[in-house]
Every structure is written in C-alpha cells, then in structure tokens.
C-alpha cells in the first residue's frame, strides 16, 4: 500500500551530528527534501528523559525516508522544530506502511 499520494507537503530534514560544549545539538550542513503530509494535533507525550513534552504536530513520511527522533525538521513556513518521538505503523503482513514523527 503506498501512501505518497497523501504526502502533499515537503520539509528539509537535517540530520543531528551532535553535542556543543554547551550543550546545544548541532546538525549537519546539507538538508535533504522530505515529502510528507502535515498535522496540526495537541499531544502530551514523554521525551526520553520521561519529561512531559507538548508535541503540537504530526508529519507523515513514507517508509523509505530517512528521518530519526532528534533530526531538525524545516517546516514550510521557515521555522525548525525537533522530532521528539517517531513512530512506525505496519500492515497486516509486518510491512512498515508509513512513518509518523511527533514534533
């Protein structure tokens, strides 16, 4: 079952390469275009640290697209968020179907 005609957005994704010496993440250089679809959804949700979080969005991606939790995501409008958790929904069969990232 493919999902891309539901990807009606595109990010840019960079991948986290990093700590600082203040401990401020650092990313590479090179973004990669994402096509994903966009969701607007208020959720409470535990980082891995099990803090309480708001992840107030949700972006669908296909299987086979690279993205991690704590990737940057360049969302449509210019402004950059973090993935905070990543989920990945199988078929009947134990296929990845699509991949849901909550930032």
């Given at each position: 079952m493919s999902v891309s005609h539901l990807l009606n957005h595109k990010v840019s994704l960079a991948v986290r390469t990093g700590l600082k010496s203040d401990g401020r993440p650092t990313y590479s250089s090179s973004y990669t275009s994402?096509?994903?679809?966009?969701e607007y959804r208020d959720q409470v949700i535990?980082?891995?640290?099990?803090?309480?979080?708001?992840?107030n969005m949700r972006l669908y991606f296909a299987p086979e697209q690279a993205v991690?939790?704590?990737?940057?995501?360049v969302l449509p409008d210019g402004t950059f968020r973090e993935v905070l958790d990543l989920k990945l929904n199988y078929d009947q069969y134990g296929n990845v179907v699509f991949k849901e990232a909550l930032i």
């Open positions: 994402a096509p994903c679809r966009i535990f980082n891995k640290d099990r803090l309480p979080v708001n992840a991690n939790v704590t990737d940057r995501v």
